[in-house]
């Protein structure tokens, strides 16, 4: 009987932690992916920035 329960409850240990594994797993990859829209998106910003600048200088050049 003891034999078992120890199977039982090694069988069980083993599913949560693969369980517990694969959601873990998942939330990794999750977060990778926001952090890596998130510097594609400041990227972006920051090209459109660097353009808006240089047209505001092409303009204030025109302009003198």
């Known amino acids: 009987m003891v034999r078992v329960a120890t199977y039982f409850a090694m069988t069980l240990g083993a599913f949560v932690f693969w369980q517990s594994m694969d959601k873990l797993?998942?939330?990794?990859a999750l977060r990778?992916?926001?952090?890596?829209?998130r510097l594609e998106k400041e990227a972006e910003i920051r090209r459109v920035r660097e353009e808006l600048l240089q047209q505001q200088a092409s303009q204030k050049d025109s302009l003198s």
């Open 32 to 37: 990778q992916d926001e952090k890596k829209e």
């Open 25 to 28: 797993h998942v939330w990794i």
